[in-house]
């Protein structure tokens, strides 16, 4: 559906913002673009949407590449790509109602008070169709905003820090919306965040974004198992994991520090209880934690395993193969 | 005397209001050309717009009473005479349009780039970017904008006065200067002062109220 090709940007021929960008968003899918401040991830939204223009590379939009696109066919196109801003942009002159009819009138087009009434009933802003944009919360804001872009049946939505602005309640709202509408219209979407959490909670794959490079790029499970350590180190700044204590626990003889991710519906079945039983290896928990990604569970577990003279190859290897994935450690 | 008072009064109002209404007609445009010369990629358009906005310097520039002497003959053109309130309007809407299409250029140069990127992004052409973002959205700036021109084109009737357009600074220099009437120029003041501030006022209040 969309294609990101060896887009690279530079402006001013010198300053290389984006280097070298690869990636693809899939029908129906929600793609998350995460990076730290810097990382360029405003430069990739303004570049997707030709506001920019990429210094080289191409930008595929089933198969057609906006980069090459004359103005007047570019104006076409683009409209299949609906961008919902940081700060909404919206009109301050017009109502919510207007503003959200604001692209059917652009298009010349029929039945605009209809559509726009059935997507303000959708997206939950019936109530507050006559307001203008000064006397509406953040979060009526960000649904003004989020109509408007969905108002013309887009191929794909844009949105740029959909939550960054706004209080956990309203960011648990405001997901659940784009979700709900993701999955009702079968409408590829991009998020550009800088949170982890809303990579968790709403996406399927993730672009990660450092210094200009695509760091990593696949599914978000993947992305959470392999780039664990650094995720902390540069988004949450904690680490939970004592090691001291840990080192401490396992420097016996006889014992094995392990670590065991799971992902997945087995997250929750008894595994470890089982084949722990099963070759009569005591366990010994020191860190475990379960989080959700969109729908599928995903876990981890530290484990130190005392085998005496149990057949500790055969319960490695076992378990090896029930578990996501198996590291010792130390 | 009375009726000397009203006629003065109504020629000030209409030399105010029509070479307002002209710089209106004529300014605004100007304004949203120079706003599109001075964004536009084209190296051709931007040399266009620093050559635009040197004559928008020029006549903005040029002491009002010397504009007035030295459109004479363009007048005479126009209007066949250089006496009356219909020959003042000349200048005044030549002087006046250069200032119009500066104070709109500011207006629209206030528009945030995020409306500018939005309208993009959705796909406008210039037209509907015109009349459905720029405009609007800077429509209560302008008013404030037209508020200060009339206010100022009151002053440049009176400046125009001294040179046969007639009005209340004409009333002022002519009775109230040269026959020491005091009295007259006071009543006169009075009443400019009077028209300005009704200006202001509404000005104020409509502006206000297109702040949504």
Redesign the interface.
């Known amino acids: 559906m969309l294609e990101v090709k060896d887009l690279n940007l530079i402006y001013n021929q010198k300053l290389h913002v984006l280097k070298n960008i690869n990636f693809e968003v899939k029908k129906g899918e929600v793609a998350g673009i995460i990076g730290l401040s810097g990382a360029g991830k405003t430069s990739i939204l ?1 570049s997707l ?1 030709l ?1 920019e223009k990429p210094t080289s590379g191409e930008i595929k939009l089933n198969g057609k590449d906006l980069s090459k696109l004359k103005e007047r066919d570019l ?2 196109e ?2 299949k ?3 919902v ?1 940081q ?1 909404y ?1 919206l ?4 109502t919510v109602y207007e503003n959200i009819a ?2 059917l ?2 298009n010349k087009e029929k039945n605009i008070k209809d559509r726009v009434l059935k997507l303000a009933e959708e997206v939950g802003l019936k109530d507050r169709l006559d307001h ?3 006397s509406l919360s953040g979060g009526e804001k960000q649904r003004t905003a989020i109509a408007r872009g969905m108002i013309n049946n887009p191929e794909i939505l844009l949105l740029d820090e959909p939550t960054s602005a706004l209080d956990p309640n309203t960011t648990d709202r405001i997901l659940k919306l784009v979700l709900d509408l993701n999955k009702k219209h079968d409408l590829s979407t991009i998020i550009v965040t800088h949170e982890m959490d809303v990579i968790k909670r709403a996406c399927d794959r993730v672009v990660y974004l450092k210094n200009g490079e695509v760091n990593f790029f696949g599914p978000v499970y993947k992305f959470f198992i392999e780039k664990e350590k650094e995720i902390y180190e540069e988004f949450y700044k904690e680490i939970n994991i004592d090691w001291k204590a840990a080192r401490k626990k396992s420097g016996k003889e006889n014992q094995k520090l392990i670590k065991v991710t799971f992902y997945g519906d087995s997250t929750h079945e008894p595994i470890l209880d089982e084949i722990s039983k099963k070759y009569d290896v005591k366990l010994n928990y020191i860190y475990g934690k379960i989080e959700h990604l969109k729908l599928k569970p995903y876990g981890t577990l530290i484990i130190v395993v005392e085998y005496e003279d149990r057949d500790i190859e055969g319960f490695m290897k076992e378990l090896e193969s029930k578990v996501y994935k198996l590291e010792e450690l130390l | 005397m009375i009726d000397e008072f009203i006629r003065a009064t109504l020629e000030t109002i209409y030399m105010t209001f029509v070479s307002g209404g002209i710089s209106i007609i004529f300014g605004i445009p100007l304004g949203i050309l120079l706003f599109f010369l001075s964004r536009s990629k084209k190296s051709l358009n931007r040399r266009i717009y620093y050559f635009v906005d040197f004559f928008v310097n020029v006549f903005r520039s040029i002491p009002f009473i010397i504009l007035i002497i030295l459109l004479i003959p363009l007048t005479k053109i126009i209007i066949g005479t250089i006496i009356g309130p219909n020959s003042a309007i000349v200048a005044l809407s030549i002087a006046a349009i250069p200032f119009m299409g500066r104070l709109a250029e500011n207006s629209f140069n206030n528009l ?1 780039q ?2 500018i ?2 309208a ?6 210039k037209r ?1 970017f015109v009349f ?2 720029l405009i ?2 800077s ?1 209560a700036d302008i008013i404030s904008g037209i508020t200060l021109l009339l206010i100022n084109l009151i002053t440049f009737t009176a400046i125009a006065g001294a040179v046969g357009a007639g009005g209340l600074g004409a009333m002022a220099i002519n009775y109230g200067y040269q026959r020491f009437r005091w009295d007259i120029l006071w009543l006169d003041v009075i009443i400019l002062i009077f028209i300005t501030q009704l200006i202001q006022y509404y000005g104020n209040k409509l502006s206000k109220s ?3």
Do not use: A, C, H, W
């Open positions: 303004r949407v506001l104006m076409i683009r409209k790509i609906s961008v801003f700060n942009n009109l301050s002159t017009r604001l692209p009138e652009i203008y944009p000064s | 945030s995020g409306l990127d939005t993009t992004v959705l796909g406008m052409n509907q459905k973002i609007p959205e429509l297109l702040r949504k």
